[in-house]
């Protein structure tokens, strides 16, 4: 059973000393993953991060978490869409993997993902197959590859980057293959969050729209309409998601579990 924390100062119960941190999708100079990541790093939290085509991106980020914050960053190639290579990435069957590297894993941050434009009438089979393999098999992936380590130490927290394209269906873009890897990724941390309640926790974050650049190929008009279909006026930075990752990893949220925390900047309560 997951225990009260026996921490009574908030302070204590957000602190990350001593925890091991794995986030996924830590290679861009201003996403979710890096920012989860500082997050993560200013309350104490060793980390290896990962990156898939931009080693340059995770090797700076590496280095400037450990710089900054002094704790232990390493970065990793991993591509999620492979279980082979997540699998990899934690276990301690090679000696630079982040078991044999960091003794364990408190936390895993599923974050690394990719959109296309993929209608289902215009968008060909391989589009589809590729956003589903990342964002959906490529989150399971992740939960299979710490589940079992999770399940030895008895504790855990599995948070997983979803979106507010899980809620709803994003237009006039058409994503659908996007929404639905989203929308499987919440339902995948419910049914986890029972899978796996005697000993870890698992719950999502959907940003809503986020200036990373990820959107960046997505035509400005298209881009504006959104923007002014925000309540708050504007795009979110990643910066305002960084406490909601470090709150899920972290002790304070040590009954929470199957939830989803939606930043949005109010698009989903119109
Ligand atoms: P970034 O481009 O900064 O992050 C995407 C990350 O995913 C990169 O580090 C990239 O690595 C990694 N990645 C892509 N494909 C793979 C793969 N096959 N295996 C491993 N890593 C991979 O953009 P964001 O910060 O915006 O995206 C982070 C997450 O947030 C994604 O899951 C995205 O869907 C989600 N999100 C973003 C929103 C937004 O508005 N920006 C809104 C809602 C959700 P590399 O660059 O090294 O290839």
Same mark, same amino acid.
């Given at each position: ?5 026996? @921490? ?25 993953? %890096? ?30 978490? @450990?710089? /900054? =914050? ?6 990793? /190639? ?13 276990? &301690? ?15 895993? %941050? ?7 434009? +993929?209608?289902?009438?215009?968008? +060909?089979?391989?589009?589809? #197959?590729?956003?589903? !393999? ?13 589940? @079992? ?7 855990? +927290? ?10 709803? *269906? #994003?237009?006039?873009?058409? !994503?659908?293959?996007? #929404? ?12 986890? @969050? #029972? ?23 997505? *035509? $400005? ?20 998601? $960084?406490?909601? =990752?470090? =709150?899920?990893? +972290?002790?304070?949220?040590? =009954?929470?579990?199957?939830? &989803? ?10």
């Amino acid at each position: 059973m997951i225990e009260i924390p026996k @921490a009574e100062s908030l302070l204590e119960m957000f602190s990350l000393k001593g925890k091991v941190v794995i986030v996924t999708g830590a290679s861009g100079p201003r996403g979710m993953g %890096i920012e989860a990541a500082r997050g993560c790093a200013e309350m104490g939290a060793d980390l290896a991060i990962t990156y898939a085509s931009r080693p340059e991106g995770g090797e700076k980020n590496a280095k400037e978490l @450990a710089e /900054k =914050y002094g704790v232990k960053v390493k970065a990793y /190639k991993c591509d999620v869409g492979s279980f082979e290579s997540v699998d990899t990435l934690v276990k &301690d069957s090679k000696d630079t993997q982040v078991i044999k590297e960091f003794g364990k894993v408190d936390a895993f %941050i599923a974050n690394a993902g990719r959109t296309a434009d +993929s209608g289902i009438l215009e968008g +060909s089979v391989e589009a589809w #197959n590729e956003v589903i !393999q990342t964002d959906l098999n490529g989150t399971f992936h992740c939960a299979k590859a710490v589940g @079992a380590h999770f399940k030895e130490r008895g504790t855990g +927290s599995l948070v997983i980057t979803a979106s507010m394209s899980g809620h709803i *269906a #994003n237009f006039p873009q058409e !994503q659908t293959s996007y #929404n639905v890897a989203k929308a499987g990724c919440i339902h995948m941390a419910k049914s986890l @969050a #029972n899978e796996w309640r005697d000993f870890a926790r698992v719950n999502t974050i959907s940003p809503g729209y986020i200036d990373t650049g990820l959107s960046d190929f997505v *035509a $400005k008009e298209t881009q504006d309409l959104w923007k002014s279909m925000i309540p708050m006026g504007r795009n979110g930075d990643a910066k305002e998601l $960084k406490g909601a =990752y470090v =709150y899920l990893v +972290s002790d304070a949220s040590t =009954y929470t579990t199957g939830s &989803d925390i939606l930043i949005d900047g109010g698009y989903c309560a119109r």
